[in-house]
């Protein structure tokens, strides 16, 4: 996207972080809107499961949660070593990692109301077909399972 920005091949692009941030400090391009400014608390990066493997492994499936959870707090808590470990891992520069981790918000928390405001959105839309929007949200997102692990 990046390098079809730079030659002229597109005018604008849509793509989550890092992208945006590397087109900025590469002086390519600019940010006209992030997503959050769009949709406050919209559903974007998730973990997810299969319905029967969580099933089976409960106890596996909530120590990746676990995990994820203390990777969030890792990165809430130490801001210039993640930015290193995410500068080391992605191959770009810091500057970009900078930049683009300072757009993200790191939460364990889900955006249920969010999530709602989305399923009903693809169902107006004719995209799915959900009889009971907030049964189905509570058995897609397991905030049970997920308040469980982090007590809050």
């Not at 120590?63 to 890792?74: D, L, M, P, T």
């Amino acid at each position: 996207m990046i390098g079809a920005l730079r030659t002229d091949q597109i005018d604008a692009f849509i793509a989550w972080e890092p992208y945006p941030a590397k087109a900025v400090t590469s002086e390519v391009g600019r940010v006209i809107a992030s997503s959050h400014n769009i949709w406050k608390d919209h559903p974007c990066c998730v973990l997810a499961a299969a319905e029967r493997f969580l099933q089976s492994n409960p106890e596996n499936v909530k120590g990746v949660v676990r995990g994820h959870v203390k990777a969030i707090e890792f990165i809430r808590q130490n801001h210039e070593d993640a930015i290193k470990i995410g500068t080391k891992y992605t191959g770009m520069d810091e500057a970009s990692i900078r930049r683009a981790m300072d757009n993200v918000n790191y939460t364990p928390v889900l955006s249920i109301e969010g999530e709602k405001e989305y399923i009903n959105f693809l169902s107006k839309l004719k995209y799915i077909k959900v009889d009971d929007i907030d049964s189905f949200v509570n058995h897609f997102m397991k905030p049970d399972f997920l308040r469980e692990i982090v007590k809050r």
